[in-house]
């Protein structure tokens, strides 16, 4: 698995668009915006996994929100891969 951080952004500004565009009450487009986000990184971490998408785990998910948090703590938040 890579642990090196990489620059990404999980709702760009084209998808954002898209779901500002759709006919959505402001409670779907936050939903919709989650769900994009969340498509993104589970992509990242089936990359990293090397499996498909929908082959992942709900195991592998968790290790690397673990593996993530503990780079996070130990390196500091600009090595995770999650920048928050």
């Known amino acids: 698995m890579n642990t090196q951080p990489q620059s ?3 709702l ?3 998808d954002s668009a898209q ?3 759709a006919l959505l ?3 779907e487009k936050f939903l919709a915006r989650l ?3 969340s498509l993104n990184l589970l992509k990242h971490i089936a990359q990293e996994y090397a499996v498909n998408i929908e ?3 709900t195991r592998q998910i968790i ?3 673990e593996k993530d948090g503990k780079i996070r703590r130990e390196q500091g938040s600009e090595s ?3 920048q928050w």
């Open 12 to 14: 760009t500004l084209e």
């Open 35 to 37: 769900t994009v986000s």
């Open 8 to 10: 990404s952004q999980f």
């Open 55 to 57: 082959d992942l785990t």
């Open 80 to 82: 995770a891969y999650l």
């Open 63 to 65: 290790a690397w929100f």
């Open 25 to 27: 009450a402001s409670n």
């Open 19 to 21: 779901v500002d565009a």
